[in-house]
């Protein structure tokens, strides 16, 4: 099982957008178990859009997330996420950021890990 850990905006996005606590509590058990879940976006350095089942409407009607894992050494990130409703993908500006963060994350990871 593997760590998760959501940053400020995936949790104000999954606020906004309606995703309760026990959806949340399922994502994140889901992940902890299968932290490479989803299908990996093009340009962003590795992460992965993950679907969801939203309460009620299915997974083409729910969520998705945007989730980074590296490697064991790390949690797996939830770093953004949609509601379908609204729209089905992220834009190409959104997709370089991503690949941003994971840059950072990486970055970060490692240098936490020479330490040891």
Not at 35 to 44: F, M, Q, R, T, Y
Not at 62 to 79: D, S
Not at 98 to 104: E, F, I, N, Q, V
């Amino acid at each position: 099982m593997h760590t998760v850990a959501s940053t400020a905006a995936f949790l104000a996005q999954a606020r906004a957008d309606g995703m309760s606590e026990g959806e949340l509590e399922a994502l994140e058990r889901m992940l902890s178990a299968n932290p490479e879940a989803g299908d990996l976006i093009v340009g962003s350095g590795g992460c992965r859009k993950v679907r969801v089942a939203g309460k009620g409407r299915g997974k083409s009607g729910g969520f998705r997330v945007v989730t980074f894992f590296a490697h064991a050494g790390l949690p797996v990130y939830l770093l953004a996420m949609l509601s379908k409703g609204r729209r089905a993908n992220f834009s190409a500006a959104e997709v370089a950021a991503m690949a941003t963060l994971a840059k950072r994350i990486l970055a970060a990871g490692t240098r936490g890990r020479q330490g040891h």
